[in-house]
């Protein structure tokens, strides 16, 4: 990847009207360009975070033993009235006619259209307990778009869904995917609550909302440092001070947080109106019990960002960083920058991601102010001071000192860094 033939630029000074961090710097960082409120475009290093966050839950969804299909988002009305949804989502469903006057809705979430496909698939016991995902834009009309990728009207979303005969199987596979959902913040290197939710209206039990701590984020969660436990202020009554009906000596305290992800029981909610039943062992239907997790892909990416920054730029968690290393080659003379090119090539043949700075007619400072700026976790650096010890500079974004490393260990150095 040059940087001089990146179809991006990074901005010395943040588009006016954004005012959170991840909108600043996502935006001064070359990562995304706003079309509209609430509506983006993943540039080419955007793009490649989104596709690290993507590879990251698209792992642990498939070791779930889920699979993945892709469901559309143009959806007629007729499958949203067989719920009701078409009515009770008006506010926040795109709906519209089309010239011939049929009516149609952008799919804001997907359990009519799963559980209508299901009918098809799921016939028996035996067939159960059964999941699938997909990682799919949604389309939400949003009354407060603002917070950069946190709230989209076009944002992608990972939807999972489960089936089962009875609330025992439900029970079980609501647990693994809760800690798989762990694992898939902690793999970003975001700390995640499992925050206790109203059920809303399918469920007498809380649902499980996935909350990380920043001052971007839109939910108030009250949380208990000393063992985790977290409830959503909704349906909370405990004031900040309170003790922890948990644990003994915990305290709670009220905080802004960001919901992440979050598992839903649905019970038979959709399974009835859709028709979506089973035969038990002796012949007899009885309706499917359902369940959706989601994710808020883009979300994430801006959570990421709102927790992983300093005063320069971004500090992207490697494990989801455009690329491993940012090579900076720094003046014209011919020899550095042949060099330069040699150890590109020599860590993009070793299957190496990297950021080659061969912008001309910039000063060290410019360059220098940019790769902090994008948050690569390691700098590499090539001009003629490290030419004159056969070197390169490598420096961590993080916290790191400079130090000269000779090319032919550097691709153990950056790799024995990775996780
Ligand atoms: P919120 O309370 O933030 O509006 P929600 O309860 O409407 O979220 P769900 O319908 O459960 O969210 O969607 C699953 C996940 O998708 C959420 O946990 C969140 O991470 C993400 N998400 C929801 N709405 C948006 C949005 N407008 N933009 C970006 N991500 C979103
Ligand atoms: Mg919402």
């Known amino acids: 990847m040059r940087q001089s033939k990146l179809f991006s630029r990074t901005l010395k000074e943040a588009p006016k009207d954004e005012v959170s961090v991840n909108a600043q710097l996502l935006a001064r960082g070359g ?24 590879g990251i839950i698209r792992e642990e969804m498939n070791a779930l033993g889920a699979s993945e299909l892709l469901m559309p988002a143009l959806h007629p009305r007729a499958a949203w009235d067989a719920t009701g949804r078409w009515e009770s989502m008006k506010s926040v469903m795109y709906q519209f006619r089309d010239l011939q006057g049929k009516e149609y809705g952008l799919g804001p979430t ?32 949003e009354a407060r778009a603002k917070s950069g990728l946190m709230r989209g009207r076009e944002f992608s979303m990972k939807d999972l869904y489960s089936f089962h005969a009875d609330e025992q199987s439900l029970a079980e596979f609501y647990e693994v995917v809760k ?3 762990l694992k898939v913040f902690k793999r970003m290197e975001l700390t995640a609550f499992v925050t206790e939710a109203s059920g809303g209206d399918f469920s007498k039990e809380h649902s499980h909302e996935f909350m990380v701590e920043t001052s971007a984020g839109e939910d108030e969660t009250v949380l208990c440092r000393l063992c985790g436990y977290a409830e959503n202020k909704e349906i909370s009554k405990l004031k900040s001070g309170a003790t922890c009906p948990k644990c003994p000596g915990g305290v709670v305290e009220h905080v802004a947080t960001s919901e992440v992800g979050n598992i839903f029981k649905l019970g038979t909610r959709f399974s009835e109106p859709l028709n979506l039943r089973y035969r038990d062992a002796a012949g007899a239907l009885h309706p499917v019990i359902m369940a959706s997790y989601g994710i808020g892909v883009d979300r994430l990416v801006g959570t990421i960002v709102e927790v992983h920054h300093d005063d320069r730029g971004i500090v992207w968690p490697r494990s989801v960083a455009p690329a491993a290393a940012h090579l900076v080659v720094l003046g014209e003379d011919e020899k550095v920058r042949a060099y330069a090119e040699k150890v590109y090539e020599a860590l993009t043949k ?6 080659f700075d061969d912008r ?24 003629e001071k490290t030419l004159a010890h056969n070197k390169v500079e490598v420096k961590e974004r993080k916290n790191g000192k400079p130090e000269l490393v000779a090319l032919k260990d550097l691709p153990a150095l950056l790799g024995s860094n990775r996780e």
């Open 179 to 181: 800690h798989a959902y």
């Open 110 to 141: 997907h359990e009519e259209i799963v559980a209508a496909i299901g009918t098809h698939i799921i016939f028996s016991y035996a067939d159960l307990p059964i999941s699938t995902y997909q990682i799919q834009t949604k389309f939400r009309s």
């Open 360 to 383: 001309h007619e910039m000063s060290a400072g410019e360059k220098f102010t940019d790769a902090d700026l994008i948050g690569i976790p390691a700098r590499l650096v090539v001009s």
């Open 31 to 54: 990562f995304i360009s706003k079309l509209m409120a609430g509506v983006h475009t993943f540039l080419p290093l955007g793009f490649r975070v989104r596709e690290k966050v993507i």
């Open 350 to 355: 070793k299957g190496m991601e990297v950021l």
